[in-house]
Nanobody, 124 residues
């Protein structure tokens, strides 16, 4: 079993930045992928970004966040990060960290482990 603990959400004005963190315990696996999804009110869960936990560390991004968000990891800390810059009101959502052995990173149903979610609110 892997537990995911998220932090870093909050309220920010449009154009501002936030960094989300997701720490996996008790360990991580080099064959796994960590991703961020988000759920806005009355909308379906949406893929945001993903990073492979192997040495290549390949990343994927949703078109809506490319150029603004950056996903990264710190293997020594078993922690993944989502740096969010140039935030827009439409980025307002609960952000969830997900982790698992994945074939297609955008498929939320493939992930085995989920964090509790952290609220991100962007005011206009």
């Amino acid at each position: 079993q892997v537990q995911l603990v998220e932090s870093g959400g909050g309220l920010v004005q449009a154009g501002g930045s936030l960094r989300l963190s997701c720490t996996a315990s008790p360990r991580t696996f080099s064959s796994y992928t960590m991703a961020w999804f988000r759920e806005a009110p009355e909308k379906e869960r949406e893929f945001v970004a993903a990073i492979r936990w192997n040495h290549e560390g390949l990343t994927d991004y949703a078109d809506s966040v490319k150029g603004r968000f950056t996903i990264a990891r710190d293997n020594a800390k078993n922690t993944g990060y989502l740096q969010m810059n140039s935030l827009k009101p439409e980025d307002t959502a609960v952000y969830y960290c997900a982790y698992g052995w994945i074939v297609v990173p955008t498929h939320d149903y493939e992930y085995d482990y989920w964090g509790q979610g952290t609220q991100v609110t962007v005011s206009s």
